[in-house]
């Protein structure tokens, strides 16, 4: 059976902290022709608004793609604080 990426995120929850895992420095984001980071996350936490890129660490699931796939290299990807992030849920 083929699960959709949308169903098989909802097989995990979150722990919000409120202290940012991911720091994303925007300025240099309007010097970036590609703006690879709207098609690399998985969970879709970088959009673009009103022509700039905005940055959503809830929801992430700690893949860490971010961190190695901006060019620009304005992503300060780091696990969250122990108790905080993402859960798997098996069954």
Not at 4 to 17: K, M, Y
Not at 38 to 47: A, G, I, M, S, V
Not at 56 to 82: H, Q, S
Request: glycine share 10%.
């Amino acid at each position: 059976m083929n699960i959709s990426i949308e169903e098989r995120l909802g097989l995990v929850s979150f722990e919000i902290d409120n202290e940012k895992h991911i720091k994303v420095d925007t300025s240099l984001c309007s010097e970036c022709d590609e703006k690879t980071c709207l098609y690399f996350c998985p969970t879709k936490r970088f959009t673009l608004e009103n022509g700039k890129i905005k940055h959503d660490y809830e929801g992430c699931i700690e893949c860490g793609t971010c961190k190695f796939a901006c060019p620009k290299g304005v992503v300060d990807f780091n696990y969250p604080r122990g108790g905080y992030g993402v859960y798997y849920k098996y069954g």
